[in-house]
């Protein structure tokens, strides 16, 4: 995740002093000290102003930051005070005509907490304001510690001060560390033009390794030689993947920093990774190539938030999608983006991609990297790979260190492909939602030597109809590879006729999930984010189970009810039958409902015995192993069911069960509780793929069917273990 500090509660701020000026960056030349125990900062800031800038400036500081002019001309006015809680100050600087340098002397204290947020049921995340402690030092550009001069871009030179033993990061080019017995002075310089400033401090352990023309650095917090050396290991096959894709690393160093809190930010040159996150052994392909890839995509072709932020969608795109993808499940990544669309966005909560600026929630974050990322694959799949790799590359060299939007993505594709893409950029930009497709029926007759294929297709949502391209697959007599062409929709209802070389069998529309649209449920196995992302949940705890297991039950079900006001909580003998409007979670192995999820799971490779229950031949034990399972219930929402027996493990399934919403069944054991077992049931029955009806009325068994494997938009990262 891109790391966006606070930008939205300072925004009003923000554009009352926003006088954009077009040139170079402004300059800071900071000679900081900082004393964490007593929360102080103290700076002298010597600011150089672009040639061409005004002479009257505003900016903003932290409301706790006394500042005065030291050297300079200037005069300097306080406007306001701040305008809601942790908001900076706003000041107008007015220099002499002709003067371009002014330093600025401030200090004070910065010292917010780090708070929780709800992020949905079950799920929490931290932040914070800014604070300077003994247990470390984290600012950013939210934290309004250097004056933010009209959201200039800035360059800047810095030395500052600590105490002997501690360790202070920044982006850029690191210099010349000094220390003694009482202080350490540390210096960081960064001449590319940068969107904000950060300092994290605290007492690292430093790792480093040279990658070409690169430092590469981890500092940990705790000494862990062997973790270092894995991400020392990563980083220089990542670096080299994503410099020959899209152009040269554009930082001399990248470092791992082992943060206080869980985090996942993304800072130019470095990335700041929480305690536990950077010890899980996933990490490596997941959220650390997405964090070094923001170096290209928000640290260095920085985001224009007025037109929405474009980046978190390409990096999870040329991340997380192209690691699936090398492993030929990119089709499997693509479903589950959608389905976490279908889940979680609502038509009521549903919002423009050119509104996104951020993740705070499911919603947000499935229209701003799920939806995102789709569109991406589409404009890829329009152009192919050349000229979308191309469009890539231009859009780096010609935006790189500048502030850019989507229009500036879409001027890019368009002069390496020659294409009118404003219409389909505008529609997937300025319109809340996505289709809904159905497929009706599909039917054919014989033409001379070919068969005529007529295919009727809905596009059901309420809305006017899209403009897509949509993958079709068609089985043929006696052919085991799939016949492939892509087809147009841009009405409600629409026929579509395409000719065959021989007897079509089978039809299947979009069956690789290519096309940005929202998922039918017979096409998704039922999944535990149906009941996450829904807007009423009824959880019904066991009456009869033991006293010590009704309180477990029950403090976890109220728990999740407290940060979700959607989540009613019932005793199972308060209910006479489910009800049919909302998703049920049935708690417990001695709940009476329990037979109706076993109802629901008819077809599937699951099998209830006296001490537990087998999914897919793997047993889990009552007394042993924590389960979830999900299933389909007819014209209903999906049923789920929780049995856990270990009172130790309550606290771990609370934390850990959110972030498993693509997944049919899941299974953990011990206290911890670690997982073992995670899968999503079969789809019997997919309303996108059909028999055809024959000439004479005949519908004839399907074949099997092959598709053919899809090459990597880039090859490489395998070797990261």
């Known amino acids: 995740m891109l790391s966006l500090p606070q930008r939205m509660l300072w925004i009003v701020v923000f554009f009352l002093c926003y006088l954009s000026v077009a040139g170079a960056a402004v300059h800071h ?28 400036w505003q900016f903003v500081l932290h409301a706790a930051l006394a500042v005065e002019v030291a050297e300079g001309g200037a005069t300097l006015t306080r406007l306001s005070d701040p305008l809601a809680n942790h908001a900076p100050a706003l000041y107008r600087l007015q220099l002499p005509v002709g003067e371009r340098n002014i330093t600025l002397s401030y200090s004070g204290k910065i010292s917010h907490p780090i708070e929780q947020s709800s992020a949905g049921v079950g799920r929490t995340q931290e932040s914070t304001h800014g604070f300077i402690a003994g247990s470390g030092v984290y600012l950013d550009g939210g934290s309004r510690w250097y004056p933010d001069l009209a959201g200039e871009l800035v360059t800047y030179s810095l030395e500052a001060r600590l105490p002997a033993g501690w360790t202070l990061i920044s982006q850029g080019t690191r ?65 080299d993947m994503y410099g020959q894709l899209l152009g040269p690393y554009p930082y001399a160093k990248f470092a791992l920093v082992e943060n206080q809190w869980e985090s996942g930010y993304g800072m130019p040159s470095f990335t700041l990774l929480g305690p536990t996150v950077i010890r899980l052994p996933f990490i490596l392909r997941s959220s650390f190539p997405h964090e070094i890839l923001h170096n290209w995509w928000g640290n260095s072709v920085y985001v224009d938030y007025t037109s929405g932020n474009w980046s978190e969608g390409l990096t999870a795109y040329l991340a997380d999608h192209l690691f699936k993808e090398q492993t030929g499940d990119g089709a499997g990544y693509r479903r589950n983006a959608l389905q976490r669309y279908t889940n979680y966005v609502v038509e009521q909560q549903d919002f423009p991609l050119r509104e996104f600026r951020g993740r705070h929630d499911d919603v947000s974050q499935a229209v701003g990297y799920d939806k995102s990322l789709m569109v991406f694959h589409m404009l890829r799949r329009q152009l192919g790979d050349g000229q979308f790799i191309a469009g890539l590359q231009r859009f780096y060299r010609e935006q790189r260190f500048e502030r850019a939007g989507w229009n500036d993505i879409r001027l890019a594709f368009e002069q390496v492909s020659g294409l009118d893409l404003e219409p389909q950029f505008q529609q997937w930009l300025q319109r809340p939602g996505i289709p809904a497709l159905k497929l009706v029926a599909a039917g054919t007759q014989v033409d001379g030597k070919d068969y005529v294929l007529n295919i009727e297709l809905e596009q059901t949502q309420a809305a006017p109809p899209f403009h897509v391209q949509v993958p079709l697959v068609v089985q043929l007599d006696n052919q085991r590879d799939a016949w492939q062409t892509v087809i147009d929709l841009n009405e409600h209802r629409q026929t579509v006729t395409v000719r065959t070389p021989s007897r079509p069998r089978y039809v299947w529309v979009d069956p690789e999930f290519d096309t940005l649209r929202r998922l039918d ?56 039958q489910l009800p049919n409007d909302q998703p049920v979670w049935l708690f417990g192995w001695e709940n009476r409902y329990r037979a109706q999820l076993a109802d629901s799971l008819e077809g599937q490779r699951v099998k209830w015995t006296g001490n537990g229950l087998s999914i897919e031949d793997t047993h889990m034990q009552r007394k042993a192993h924590s389960v979830v399972v999900v299933g389909r219930r007819p014209n209903a929402p999906v049923i789920l069911w929780l049995g856990n027996e270990n009172s130790a493990a309550f606290d771990g399934l609370a934390r850990k069960l959110p972030h498993y919403g693509n997944y049919s069944y899941i299974a953990f054991q011990g206290n911890e509780p670690t997982n073992m077992l995670k899968g999503q049931w079969n789809v019997l029955d997919s309303p996108m793929f059909t028999a055809v009806r024959q000439a004479d009325g005949a519908l004839m068994p399907p074949n099997s069917l092959t598709l053919p494997p899809r090459s990597a938009l880039a090859a490489g990262g395998t070797a990261v273990r």
């Open 29 to 56: 030349d900071l000679r900081v000290e900082l004393s964490p125990d007593s929360h102080l900062i103290e700076v002298r800031d010597t600011l150089t102003l672009p040639d061409d800038a005004p002479s009257e």
């Open 175 to 239: 210099g010349r560390v000094e220390s003694n017995d009482a202080r350490s002075l540390h210096r960081w310089e960064e001449q590319h033009p940068q969107d904000e400033i950060y300092l994290v401090g605290g007492r690292f352990h430093e790792y480093k390794q040279r990658v070409g023309k690169i430092d590469t650095y981890v500092w940990l917090r705790r000494a862990d030689l062997q973790l270092a050396e894995r991400y020392l290991a990563a980083m220089g096959g990542y670096l």
């Open 521 to 576: 449920r017979g096409e998704l196995p039922p999944s535990l984010g149906e009941a996450l992302g829904a807007e009423k949940l009824l959880i019904l705890l066991p009456s009869q189970a033991p006293l010590s297991s009704q309180r477990n039950y029950q403090r976890l079900a109220l728990n999740w009810a407290r940060h979700a006001p959607g989540v009613t909580v019932m005793w199972d003998k308060e209910l006479e």
